[in-house]
């Protein structure tokens, strides 16, 4: 081979220097050099692997929620300790309070009869623990003087001429007793003088409470007097059509009719807190013996139970296995970061949330640039009334207090129940729209500096038209510019679109981002006590935007080294 001359070795150094410091290679060259956005762009693509790569391996839906078995105490009955006398009416009328009152302190006092405002009480022992309370009234008064029969009515009797005219005849009569409309009256003969009394039964005064089982039917008085002397033998009795008493040992009695059962009587009510919930002996039992010891839990069978006392009134938990969602679930084997406030997956909400906020950020730095090189290039390019009016509607832009306008429209998505899809696109749609004036003023500040140089003359000459003088020319020569100022605008929006779902006003359920993930801050509680669910988004977020600005740095470097520090 022929030695190569010395001015031939130069011209091929020289070649291959032109080769190597070609202006896109010096950017390169420039670019890799930085560590810091060497850096940048290994954090940027694993993010975006984690994103879009690990959605697709995820064993997870996005909003799939998980649940977990664990007991539940769930209401089952409530009870009432019944622990002095109830009455019940004759004629299921309502007693006087004070009338009430009057008969409760008789009872207390062992009192077998006394009046009190013109009425004559007479208290009947029935059991132990209850009595049959008679009432009479007198409305005349009888007396024979020198052989003519005299009747002095009451004032209160309120008795027309005719039932005063039927009463009269009651001395003469066998039976001693008339029925007029209703009511039962009698005559009582005594040693000087004899009187006409209105009344009879009351009521049943009984510590008892019924518990009727038998849907539809209720105990009427004639069968609560019976069960109530029947009851006092304290053995299997039957009383009125058929009915058999039957005493539980515990102070307790059924009553059934033809085997089945028609109501439970004791001094303890039951009330069943779920449909269809059905009361053995031994719950009952059990029941009675809690209050009794005020035990806080009892069993039966395998059930396990718990009382409670609030004021008298008790209330019984069943103990039950249960699926309820595991909010708030520690990291573990199958959910490596833990699960959110709604039972889901949190690296898996990650995942997905990495999505929605990587292409909310890269479509709204499209949209900006795309409006921005547009009005920006006509602006720089036309200058003129064009020019002002351009710059007069970035002033206005740029003094539209962003946060209150994305409150508002957040507002209005809620009120209109806009789809959380749909939401996405209007949240890149509003956050370009309203991001194009940085753009817009860097587009036109180089285009006015470039439309003057030598090349644009030229282009000028040989005709070339205006749109392709814009966009062919001048806006190819601010692209380099255009990508450091989108790289770092990255980061930017990502923070836009994570304050705003933070504020509930960006993405929503059951859609997943990075900002709605690190919601739970929100909660002081959670904040502190599962740092799980909002640390790992707040890091995803805080890395990508650092990797962005990196890149951005090592961009405007490698463009510019003159900026560099």
Not at 4 to 27: G, H, I, Q
Not at 332 to 349: A, C, F, Q, V, Y
Request: charged letters at 20%; a negative charge; hydrophobic letters at 45%.
């Amino acid at each position: 081979m022929t030695p190569t001359s010395n001015e031939e070795r130069l011209s091929l150094d020289d070649e291959r220097r032109v080769k190597v410091l070609s202006p896109s290679a010096l950017v390169f060259r420039r670019f890799i050099r930085n560590k810091l956005a060497i850096f940048g762009t290994v954090i940027i693509v694993l993010m975006f692997l984690f994103a879009f790569f690990g959605g697709l391996v995820t064993p997870y839906d996005e909003s799939r929620v998980f649940y977990i078995q664990t007991d539940v105490m769930k209401e089952f009955a409530y009870a009432t300790k019944q622990g002095d006398y109830r009455p019940f009416t004759y004629d299921g009328k309502e007693l006087p309070p004070s009338e009430v009152g009057r008969i409760l302190a008789a009872l207390s006092k062992d009192t077998t009869a006394f009046s009190a405002d013109g009425t004559d009480y007479t208290v009947n022992r029935l059991s132990e623990s209850s009595y049959e309370i008679f009432a009479e009234k007198t409305v005349a008064t009888i007396r024979v003087i020198g052989g003519n029969t005299e009747m002095q009515w009451k004032s209160d009797a309120n008795l027309t001429d005719e039932q005063k005219e039927k009463l009269s005849l009651l001395p003469t009569t066998g039976s001693g007793f008339v029925s007029i409309d209703g009511k039962m009256y009698s005559l009582k003969t005594g040693a000087k003088s004899s009187s006409i009394v209105v009344g009879g039964p009351l009521a049943i005064f009984t510590k008892l409470q019924y518990n009727v089982v038998k849907d539809g039917f209720e105990p009427d008085y004639n069968l609560r007097l019976q069960f109530e002397q029947a009851r006092g033998a304290k053995a299997v009795t039957t009383i009125g059509d058929g009915f058999v008493v039957t005493p539980d040992g515990d102070g307790g009695y059924f009553v059934s009719k033809d085997g089945e059962e028609y109501f439970f009587a004791s001094d303890m009510t039951l009330k069943a807190a779920i449909p269809g919930a059905v009361f053995s002996d031994e719950f009952r039992d059990k029941v009675s013996f809690a209050i009794d010891t005020k035990s806080s839990e009892f069993t039966v069978g395998e059930d396990n139970y718990s009382i409670a006392d609030f004021n008298g009134q008790f209330t019984i938990s069943l103990s039950q296995s249960s699926s309820i969602v595991n909010v708030y679930g520690s990291p573990s084997k199958e959910h490596p970061l833990g699960t959110d406030m709604n039972g889901m997956d949190i690296l898996t909400r990650l995942m997905f949330g990495g999505r929605v906020s990587l292409m909310i950020g890269f479509v709204a730095i499209i949209i900006e640039n795309l409006i921005g090189i547009i009005l920006g290039g006509i602006s720089g390019f036309f200058g003129g009334f064009l020019d002002m009016l351009i710059m007069r509607a970035v002033d206005v832009f740029n003094c539209i207090p962003m946060i209150p306008l994305y409150i508002i429209i957040g507002t209005t998505m809620d009120a209109y129940k806009i789809d959380p899809h749909l939401r996405i696109y209007v949240l890149m749609l509003i956050i370009g729209v309203f991001g194009w004036p940085s753009t817009a003023r860097l587009v036109r500040g180089q285009i006015l500096s470039l439309r003057e140089q030598e090349f644009m003359v030229a282009a000028e000459a040989c005709g070339i038209r205006p749109s392709k003088r814009i966009f062919r020319h001048l806006v190819p020569n601010v692209i380099p510019q255009l990508i450091v100022l989108a790289t770092m605008g990255l980061g930017g929006i990502i923070l836009a679109e994570s304050t705003l779902s933070f504020l509930g006003l960006g993405v929503r359920y059951p859609m997943a981002s990075w900002g709605s993930t690190i919601s739970a801050v929100n909660n002081l509680h959670v904040m502190t006590e599962y740092l799980f669910a909002w640390i790992p988004a707040g890091f995803c977020i805080l890395i990508t935007v650092l990797g962005f600005n990196f890149v951005g740095d090592g961009l405007r470097d490698a463009f510019d080294p003159k900026m560099k520090r």
